[in-house]
T-cell receptor, first 113, second 114 residues
Protein backbone atom coordinates (compact mmCIF):
# COMPACT_ATOMS: atom_id res chain seq x y z
CA UNK A 1 0.00 0.00 0.00
CA UNK A 2 2.97 2.31 -0.52
CA UNK A 3 1.75 5.79 -1.39
CA UNK A 4 4.99 7.49 -2.44
CA UNK A 5 7.96 5.26 -3.12
CA UNK A 6 11.55 6.09 -3.98
CA UNK A 7 14.44 4.01 -5.23
CA UNK A 8 17.10 3.53 -4.22
CA UNK A 9 16.94 4.09 -0.47
CA UNK A 10 20.72 4.52 -0.25
CA UNK A 11 23.12 5.67 -2.93
CA UNK A 12 26.87 5.88 -2.45
CA UNK A 13 28.93 7.12 -5.37
CA UNK A 14 32.11 8.91 -6.38
CA UNK A 15 32.45 12.56 -7.26
CA UNK A 16 31.90 13.22 -10.94
CA UNK A 17 29.49 10.33 -11.49
CA UNK A 18 25.96 10.64 -12.83
CA UNK A 19 23.10 9.08 -10.87
CA UNK A 20 19.30 8.91 -10.89
CA UNK A 21 16.68 8.63 -8.18
CA UNK A 22 13.21 7.39 -9.06
CA UNK A 23 9.92 8.36 -7.48
CA UNK A 24 6.46 6.95 -7.98
CA UNK A 25 3.14 7.78 -6.36
CA UNK A 26 0.00 5.68 -6.51
CA UNK A 27 -2.30 8.28 -4.98
CA UNK A 28 -3.56 9.70 -8.26
CA UNK A 29 -2.08 13.09 -7.41
CA UNK A 30 -1.43 15.75 -10.04
CA UNK A 31 1.56 17.41 -8.42
CA UNK A 32 4.94 16.03 -7.43
CA UNK A 33 7.97 17.56 -5.75
CA UNK A 34 11.62 17.01 -4.96
CA UNK A 35 13.09 18.26 -1.69
CA UNK A 36 16.66 18.22 -0.41
CA UNK A 37 17.31 17.71 3.31
CA UNK A 38 20.80 18.71 4.34
CA UNK A 39 22.91 17.41 7.21
CA UNK A 40 21.22 19.84 9.59
CA UNK A 41 17.80 18.42 8.64
CA UNK A 42 16.81 21.60 6.77
CA UNK A 43 14.27 20.79 4.05
CA UNK A 44 14.26 22.86 0.89
CA UNK A 45 12.10 22.56 -2.20
CA UNK A 46 14.00 21.85 -5.40
CA UNK A 47 11.37 21.22 -8.08
CA UNK A 48 7.65 20.94 -8.49
CA UNK A 49 5.78 19.34 -11.38
CA UNK A 50 2.08 19.58 -12.12
CA UNK A 51 0.65 17.16 -14.69
CA UNK A 52 4.14 16.45 -16.02
CA UNK A 53 5.00 20.12 -16.41
CA UNK A 54 7.68 21.92 -14.44
CA UNK A 55 6.16 24.72 -12.38
CA UNK A 56 8.82 25.41 -9.78
CA UNK A 57 12.60 25.37 -10.07
CA UNK A 58 14.17 26.83 -6.97
CA UNK A 59 17.53 27.94 -8.38
CA UNK A 60 18.88 24.43 -8.45
CA UNK A 61 22.12 23.89 -10.47
CA UNK A 62 21.69 22.68 -14.04
CA UNK A 63 23.36 19.43 -13.05
CA UNK A 64 20.01 18.45 -11.54
CA UNK A 65 17.41 17.52 -14.14
CA UNK A 66 13.98 16.25 -13.14
CA UNK A 67 11.97 14.21 -15.59
CA UNK A 68 8.29 13.34 -15.36
CA UNK A 69 7.33 10.65 -17.90
CA UNK A 70 3.77 10.64 -16.54
CA UNK A 71 1.77 12.07 -13.65
CA UNK A 72 2.70 9.23 -11.34
CA UNK A 73 6.46 9.47 -11.76
CA UNK A 74 9.04 12.15 -11.11
CA UNK A 75 12.66 11.10 -11.46
CA UNK A 76 15.72 13.11 -10.53
CA UNK A 77 18.91 12.82 -12.54
CA UNK A 78 22.11 14.36 -11.22
CA UNK A 79 25.17 14.89 -13.42
CA UNK A 80 28.75 15.35 -12.28
CA UNK A 81 28.03 14.72 -8.62
CA UNK A 82 29.79 16.94 -6.08
CA UNK A 83 30.51 16.45 -2.38
CA UNK A 84 27.91 19.09 -1.52
CA UNK A 85 25.20 17.01 -3.16
CA UNK A 86 25.36 14.58 -0.24
CA UNK A 87 21.96 14.81 1.43
CA UNK A 88 18.66 13.03 1.80
CA UNK A 89 16.36 13.64 -1.16
CA UNK A 90 12.62 13.39 -0.58
CA UNK A 91 9.94 13.05 -3.19
CA UNK A 92 6.43 14.20 -2.36
CA UNK A 93 3.04 14.54 -4.02
CA UNK A 94 -0.21 16.41 -3.51
CA UNK A 95 -3.63 16.44 -5.12
CA UNK A 96 -3.30 19.91 -6.54
CA UNK A 97 -0.57 22.48 -7.05
CA UNK A 98 -1.83 24.61 -4.23
CA UNK A 99 -2.42 24.65 -0.50
CA UNK A 100 -2.74 20.99 0.21
CA UNK A 101 -1.16 18.29 2.30
CA UNK A 102 1.93 16.81 0.72
CA UNK A 103 2.66 13.10 1.07
CA UNK A 104 6.33 12.26 1.35
CA UNK A 105 8.36 9.30 0.22
CA UNK A 106 10.85 7.50 2.48
CA UNK A 107 13.82 9.46 1.18
CA UNK A 108 17.03 8.56 -0.65
CA UNK A 109 20.25 9.09 1.26
CA UNK A 110 22.89 10.13 -1.27
CA UNK A 111 26.53 10.04 -0.20
CA UNK A 112 29.14 11.42 -2.57
CA UNK A 113 32.72 10.36 -1.79
CA UNK B 1 8.45 35.13 -0.06
CA UNK B 2 7.41 33.49 3.14
CA UNK B 3 9.80 32.25 5.84
CA UNK B 4 9.40 30.11 8.94
CA UNK B 5 11.24 30.29 12.24
CA UNK B 6 11.27 27.52 14.84
CA UNK B 7 12.64 28.76 18.11
CA UNK B 8 14.08 25.62 19.60
CA UNK B 9 16.47 23.33 17.79
CA UNK B 10 16.46 20.72 20.55
CA UNK B 11 13.96 20.01 23.31
CA UNK B 12 14.40 17.35 25.97
CA UNK B 13 11.44 16.31 28.09
CA UNK B 14 10.51 13.54 30.45
CA UNK B 15 7.50 11.37 29.71
CA UNK B 16 4.20 12.95 30.78
CA UNK B 17 5.61 16.48 30.53
CA UNK B 18 3.69 19.02 28.49
CA UNK B 19 5.07 20.16 25.16
CA UNK B 20 4.94 23.43 23.30
CA UNK B 21 7.05 23.99 20.18
CA UNK B 22 7.19 27.49 18.82
CA UNK B 23 6.70 28.42 15.18
CA UNK B 24 6.55 31.90 13.69
CA UNK B 25 6.18 32.79 10.05
CA UNK B 26 6.66 35.93 8.05
CA UNK B 27 4.20 36.65 5.28
CA UNK B 28 1.70 39.47 4.99
CA UNK B 29 -1.12 37.64 3.25
CA UNK B 30 -3.23 34.53 3.66
CA UNK B 31 -1.27 31.51 4.80
CA UNK B 32 -1.74 27.78 5.14
CA UNK B 33 0.10 26.22 8.06
CA UNK B 34 1.33 22.70 8.69
CA UNK B 35 3.18 20.66 11.25
CA UNK B 36 5.01 17.58 9.99
CA UNK B 37 6.81 14.96 12.07
CA UNK B 38 9.77 12.81 11.07
CA UNK B 39 10.35 9.79 13.31
CA UNK B 40 13.91 8.42 13.33
CA UNK B 41 14.70 6.83 9.99
CA UNK B 42 11.25 7.51 8.57
CA UNK B 43 9.65 9.89 6.12
CA UNK B 44 7.72 13.03 6.97
CA UNK B 45 4.13 12.63 8.06
CA UNK B 46 1.49 15.30 8.51
CA UNK B 47 0.50 15.95 12.13
CA UNK B 48 -2.02 18.69 11.46
CA UNK B 49 -2.84 21.59 9.16
CA UNK B 50 -4.64 24.90 9.21
CA UNK B 51 -6.24 26.49 6.16
CA UNK B 52 -9.10 28.54 7.62
CA UNK B 53 -11.81 28.47 10.29
CA UNK B 54 -11.25 27.51 13.92
CA UNK B 55 -7.71 28.63 14.78
CA UNK B 56 -7.32 25.73 17.22
CA UNK B 57 -6.51 22.68 15.15
CA UNK B 58 -6.42 19.13 16.43
CA UNK B 59 -4.20 16.58 14.77
CA UNK B 60 -3.15 12.98 15.16
CA UNK B 61 -1.64 11.41 18.28
CA UNK B 62 -3.05 14.04 20.65
CA UNK B 63 -1.27 17.01 19.09
CA UNK B 64 -2.90 20.38 18.58
CA UNK B 65 -1.80 23.78 17.31
CA UNK B 66 -3.17 27.27 17.59
CA UNK B 67 -2.99 29.86 14.83
CA UNK B 68 -2.62 33.34 16.30
CA UNK B 69 -2.74 35.71 13.35
CA UNK B 70 -1.69 38.80 15.32
CA UNK B 71 1.47 37.03 16.45
CA UNK B 72 2.16 35.25 13.13
CA UNK B 73 2.44 32.09 15.19
CA UNK B 74 1.36 28.46 14.92
CA UNK B 75 2.67 26.73 18.03
CA UNK B 76 2.38 22.98 18.46
CA UNK B 77 1.21 21.55 21.79
CA UNK B 78 0.66 18.23 23.48
CA UNK B 79 -0.44 17.97 27.12
CA UNK B 80 1.51 14.81 27.93
CA UNK B 81 4.33 13.46 25.77
CA UNK B 82 5.34 9.84 25.39
CA UNK B 83 8.68 8.25 24.61
CA UNK B 84 7.32 7.42 21.15
CA UNK B 85 6.98 11.15 20.41
CA UNK B 86 10.77 11.36 20.06
CA UNK B 87 11.18 12.79 16.56
CA UNK B 88 12.00 15.85 14.48
CA UNK B 89 9.11 18.32 14.15
CA UNK B 90 8.81 20.70 11.22
CA UNK B 91 6.56 23.70 10.90
CA UNK B 92 5.75 24.69 7.31
CA UNK B 93 3.84 27.43 5.54
CA UNK B 94 2.46 28.00 2.08
CA UNK B 95 1.02 31.27 0.91
CA UNK B 96 -2.44 32.02 -0.40
CA UNK B 97 -4.94 29.91 -2.25
CA UNK B 98 -3.11 29.52 -5.51
CA UNK B 99 0.08 27.67 -6.18
CA UNK B 100 2.96 28.37 -3.84
CA UNK B 101 5.82 26.37 -2.44
CA UNK B 102 5.82 24.81 1.01
CA UNK B 103 8.48 26.51 3.10
CA UNK B 104 9.79 24.57 6.08
CA UNK B 105 11.32 25.72 9.31
CA UNK B 106 14.65 24.22 10.36
CA UNK B 107 12.98 21.69 12.61
CA UNK B 108 12.97 20.96 16.33
CA UNK B 109 14.40 17.70 17.59
CA UNK B 110 12.31 16.42 20.51
CA UNK B 111 13.83 13.81 22.77
CA UNK B 112 11.51 12.25 25.34
CA UNK B 113 13.19 10.28 28.08
CA UNK B 114 11.28 7.40 29.66
Amino acid sequence: DTAVSQTPKYLVTQMGNDKSIKCEQNLGHDTMYWYKQDSKKFLKIMFSYNNKELIINETVPNRFSPKSPDKAHLNLHINSLELGDSAVYFCASSTVAGPDEQFFGPGTRLTVL
Amino acid sequence: AQSVSQHNHHVILSEAASLELGCNYSYGGTVNLFWYVQYPGQHLQLLLKYFSGDPLVKGIKGFEAEFIKSKFSFNLRKPSVQWSDTAEYFCAVSAGSGYSTLTFGKGTMLLVSP
